[in-house]
């Protein structure tokens, strides 16, 4: 059986004291790979070490996040195009709106997000993106954008089957992580049956939202095979299946060449 976490952040400072077990781990867990994220500039370095460390299992996607004001310049277009260009980075994110953590006005975060779409359309790669209490804002924006054409993942899809609607309408995937295994997540179990399988991306987001049976704990990729056995049995199939078609979305959606296993990675790192 073959995994994939389409979105995590091993290269937080959480994993500095044992991010090698934790790549161990994944491999032995089955994972194929994992796509990490940076979301500020100070972070695009360290990352583009972690992932030439880890050639055809890791790969990089990076943006500055909607969480953080402007700080330090804003970067262009033209920076962020820059900061994905080479071939193991193959998305652009996360880059969104967040509602819950920035008041309003918010203009710098839509006009942010704008310049991120327009970068990963002149890259013809993917964008991850983050919406927290603005997924139907996110997707109107995304379709204006038409985003749909370079290809969307909402990540951490916590929102309510209509708005799962729109983003597949706007040509988007949904990411599903650990947070639909917990028992009050009726809403995001309801929307993760509602999208057809072949739209759906695993995703740990880790170190947070550790699924159950590690809910409370740090959370790591090889995690990710919980939330996947949820899939499943909301969609009504075998954690194969289900493991198989995130899989197979994930290298789809990312572009990647063929799809490695764990053992031609040569065993853990
Ligand atoms: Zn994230």
């Given at each position: 059986m073959l995994l994939f976490d389409s979105h995590c952040h091993i290269n937080a400072p959480e994993f500095d004291q044992d991010r090698a077990e934790v790549i161990a781990r994944m491999k032995e867990a089955g994972l194929c790979g994992a796509v990490v994220i940076g979301c500020e500039t100070r972070e695009l370095e360290p990352l583009r070490s972690l992932v030439a460390a880890n050639p055809g299992y890791l790969w990089g996607a990076w943006a500055y996040h909607p969480?953080?004001?402007?700080?330090?310049p804003e970067p262009d277009v033209e920076a962020i195009v820059r900061a994905n260009s080479?071939?193991?980075?193959v998305a652009v994110g996360e880059t969104g709106l967040d509602f819950h953590w920035c008041e309003p006005p918010r203009d710098w975060q839509v006009e942010r997000f704008v310049r991120h779409i327009e970068a990963a359309r002149r890259l013809g790669k993917p964008l991850i993106v983050h919406a927290r209490e603005a997924e139907a804002e996110a997707a109107d924006i995304l379709r204006a954008e038409n985003a749909g054409e370079t290809g969307f993942v909402l990540h951490c899809f916590s929102s309510s089957p209509e708005v799962a609607r729109r983003v597949l309408d706007a040509g988007g995937m949904v990411g599903i992580n650990g947070n639909v295994t917990f028992r009050r997540s009726t809403l995001i179990q309801e929307s993760c049956r509602a999208v057809p399988l072949e739209r759906i991306l695993a995703e740990t987001d880790c170190p947070y939202l550790?699924?159950?049976?590690?809910?409370g704990r740090r959370n790591e990729?090889?995690?990710?095979s919980f939330t996947v056995a949820k899939i499943a049995e909301l969609h009504g199939c075998t954690v194969e299946e289900a493991a198989s078609a995130t899989t197979q979305n994930a290298i789809k959606f990312f572009r990647l060449p063929g799809g490695a296993s764990p053992q031609q990675q040569g065993g853990p790192a």
């Amino acid at each position: 059986m073959l995994l994939f976490d389409s979105h995590c952040h091993i290269n937080a400072p959480e994993f500095d004291q044992d991010r090698a077990e934790v790549i161990a781990r994944m491999k032995e867990a089955g994972l194929c790979g994992a796509v990490v994220i940076g979301c500020e500039t100070r972070e695009l370095e360290p990352l583009r070490s972690l992932v030439a460390a880890n050639p055809g299992y890791l790969w990089g996607a990076w943006a500055y996040h909607p969480e953080y004001r402007d700080t330090e310049p804003e970067p262009d277009v033209e920076a962020i195009v820059r900061a994905n260009s080479t071939k193991d980075f193959v998305a652009v994110g996360e880059t969104g709106l967040d509602f819950h953590w920035c008041e309003p006005p918010r203009d710098w975060q839509v006009e942010r997000f704008v310049r991120h779409i327009e970068a990963a359309r002149r890259l013809g790669k993917p964008l991850i993106v983050h919406a927290r209490e603005a997924e139907a804002e996110a997707a109107d924006i995304l379709r204006a954008e038409n985003a749909g054409e370079t290809g969307f993942v909402l990540h951490c899809f916590s929102s309510s089957p209509e708005v799962a609607r729109r983003v597949l309408d706007a040509g988007g995937m949904v990411g599903i992580n650990g947070n639909v295994t917990f028992r009050r997540s009726t809403l995001i179990q309801e929307s993760c049956r509602a999208v057809p399988l072949e739209r759906i991306l695993a995703e740990t987001d880790c170190p947070y939202l550790a699924p159950v049976p590690r809910r409370g704990r740090r959370n790591e990729p090889s995690f990710v095979s919980f939330t996947v056995a949820k899939i499943a049995e909301l969609h009504g199939c075998t954690v194969e299946e289900a493991a198989s078609a995130t899989t197979q979305n994930a290298i789809k959606f990312f572009r990647l060449p063929g799809g490695a296993s764990p053992q031609q990675q040569g065993g853990p790192a």
